[in-house]
């Protein structure tokens, strides 16, 4: 089989792969990437010749996996867009934000190209997208009208545990499999459940390695990480003060909601209002509504009438007081310019009553990976348009991943035991680590590294 990173950097950055297998072509995901901006985000669909593909498969709807899917639809304008059913019910309000979101730095930061895609285009392209149950065995070729009737390689969805709707993908052909992880989590958080890839078994593998530069310190435990945090607050709140969690609408800030609201029935925290944004306040009635079908715990537990909720409204988070213990749990996780994260840190970093507690990861070149490295009265630039600020404020990591850390996916790697390995979607030592780990316990599995664009032969 033949497979393509088209990743148009060697970070972390966008994910989307091309497969080729028994002549049939499919592209998994088609991410944007975070940190780069107009038409240099989006994947190199161009360096894919101009054979069509069958159909694009979505591993979930986090930005960097399905931001540029209008565009995929652009260049492979007869393919179907398989996914699971409950990232059927996300993806298009995923979207239509990101219309928004490029349509505001257009204006604000005037890059040109944006929107790179428009709300009208989003609901041409509506129709092509389907929904399917986990654990199904999908012919993809058969939705391609000029390939009916000839017979394709499968795929099938597997719960991945990262986010709602979350799936790794196994590519069944006739001779072989091949799986992609996608992001996955192996162990449970508070809402969602580990992982189900048990019966997972390979050929071929594409591996997420988010967290390969990340070693699980001793004696950790996620309890624990929560009693930190809940100190933490209780620190901030009698400064008087008030708390930022900087998270991402889908998923990351579902999961934190429902540890406040746990810890709030326990007693444990106040009861008081968490403002949350928009976008978190979309996904967490989908997250309440799709409760009853989801591999989760707390099955019972509605967010919405738990919590009171408050949506920070536009110009909120320049204007509101910043004091009485607030909390907020906005987006976005990476802090980038002109969302409400970015704004109210810019107001609470230099003041030291206040406290940002980071619960998920931030590349380092992002706003939130400069606060982060940053040292207690440092000086540092925060953002093009926060300029230079000087860290004052409490400033604190807690580890709740929705990633896998590195020992798990080790173990998986030996479970699956494929002949060759292609390790994606994390930073060059990340990917290293597992390069070299790999090497050592399972010297006959073949690593490979794949650079942009590059076809692989495995
Ligand atoms: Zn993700
Ligand atoms: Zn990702």
């Known amino acids: 089989m033949n497979i393509t990173n088209l ?3 060697t970070d972390i950055g966008a994910s989307s792969w091309l497969v080729e297998m028994d002549n049939h072509r499919i592209l998994l995901d088609a991410g944007m990437h975070p940190k780069r901006e107009g038409r240099e985000a989006a994947p190199q669909f161009s360096k894919t010749g101009t054979h069509d593909v069958d159909a694009i498969a979505i591993s979930h709807c986090h ?6 899917l209008p565009l995929a639809c652009r260049h492979f304008p007869k393919a179907h867009v398989l996914m699971t059913e409950l990232s059927y019910l996300l993806v298009e309000r995923v979207l239509h934000n990101s219309v928004n979101v490029m349509t505001r730095q257009r204006d604000e930061l005037g890059i040109k190209d944006y929107p790179l895609y428009t709300h009208d285009e989003l609901d041409e392209i509506a129709p092509l997208f389907q929904g399917f149950k986990y654990n199904r065995a999908i012919e993809w070729g058969a939705f391609h009208k000029a390939r009916a009737g000839v017979p394709s390689p499968t795929l099938e969805f597997f719960d991945a545990g990262h986010t709602l709707g979350s799936a790794g993908i196994l590519l069944r052909g006739k001779k072989e499999t091949m799986f992609f992880t996608g992001d996955v989590c192996f162990h449970d958080q508070t809402l969602l459940k580990s992982a189900r890839f048990e ?6 593998m594409i591996m997420e390695t988010t967290r390969g530069n990340r070693a699980v310190a001793e004696g950790f435990t996620r309890d624990k990480e929560i009693e930190r945090l809940v100190e933490a607050i209780h620190a901030a709140q009698k400064r008087k003060g008030c708390v930022l969690i900087p998270s991402f609408a889908l998923g990351r800030t579902q999961e934190i909601l429902a540890m406040l609201a746990l810890l709030m029935r326990e007693g444990k925290l106040k009861k008081q209002p968490i403002y949350i944004g928009g976008l978190g306040r979309v996904f967490t009635e989908i997250y309440d509504i799709e409760a009853h079908r989801v591999h989760r715990s707390h099955s019972a537990l509605q967010l919405n009438e738990a919590l009171q909720l408050v949506v920070l409204e536009k110009g909120q988070a320049d204007s509101m007081k910043l004091s009485g213990g607030k909390i907020f749990v906005i987006t976005a996780g990476m802090m980038s310019e002109n969302t409400a994260a970015h704004d109210l840190a810019k107001r609470m970093i230099g003041d030291e009553r206040q406290s940002i507690f980071f619960v998920g990861y931030a590349d380092p070149d992002s706003p939130a990976g400069r606060l982060k490295a940053a040292k207690l009265d440092e000086t540092f630039v ?24 590195r020992e798990d996916l080790m173990e998986f790697v030996g479970r699956v035991s494929p002949r060759a390995i292609l390790l994606g979607h994390g930073d060059e030592p990340a990917r290293n680590w597992f390069a070299a780990q790999i090497n050592e316990r399972w010297p006959k599995i073949k690593v490979i590294q794949p650079q942009p664009a590059k076809l692989v032969t495995v």
Do not use: I, M, W, Y
């Open 382 to 405: 925060f953002s093009p348009s926060a300029g230079r600020v000087t860290k004052k404020c409490d400033v604190q990591e807690f580890d709740l991943t929705a990633h896998a850390n």
């Open 199 to 204: 019966d997972v078994k390979a050929d071929v």
């Open 7 to 9: 990743n148009p950097d």
């Open 63 to 68: 930005h960097d996996h399905v931001g540029a």
